[in-house]
């Protein structure tokens, strides 16, 4: 089984600044794309971020000069910089992973998600 574990959310003010962590484990021969999505109150999940494993990053508008996405392959680990936060950035946010498992096919998992809360 894989596992996605998410850290670092949490309440900020306007302006400020949030890192958040997503580490995968269990049975995992390596990863190819992962990402961040957010979901607000009574919207959609959405994607906020991604990046391949060569590192080829992508971002929603929204977010664009903002955030930033990279990740550690030795690690199993995704990071999101997330920088002058503002109160719609307010969210539970996923990690997602394509995982090539021992027996060599791609399966999608989903962390539990985090909470972030951009408040004064």
């Known amino acids: 089984q894989v596992q996605l574990v998410e850290s670092g959310g949490g309440l900020v003010q306007p302006g400020g600044s949030l890192r958040l962590s997503c580490a995968a484990s269990?049975?995992?021969?390596?990863?190819?794309?992962m990402g961040w999505y957010r979901e607000a109150p009574g919207k959609q999940r959405e994607l906020v971020a991604d990046i391949t494993r060569g590192g080829r990053t992508n971002y929603a508008d929204s977010v664009k000069g903002r955030f930033t996405i990279s990740r550690d392959n030795a690690k199993n680990t995704v990071y999101l910089q997330m920088n002058s936060l503002k109160p719609e950035d307010t969210a539970v946010y996923y990690c997602?992973?394509?995982?090539?498992?021992?027996?060599?096919?791609?399966?999608?998992?989903w962390g539990q998600g985090t909470q972030v809360t951009v408040s004064s």
């Open positions: 997602h992973g394509n995982v090539i498992r021992p027996d060599l096919h791609e399966y999608s998992y």
């Open positions: 269990g049975s995992i021969f390596s990863i190819n794309g």
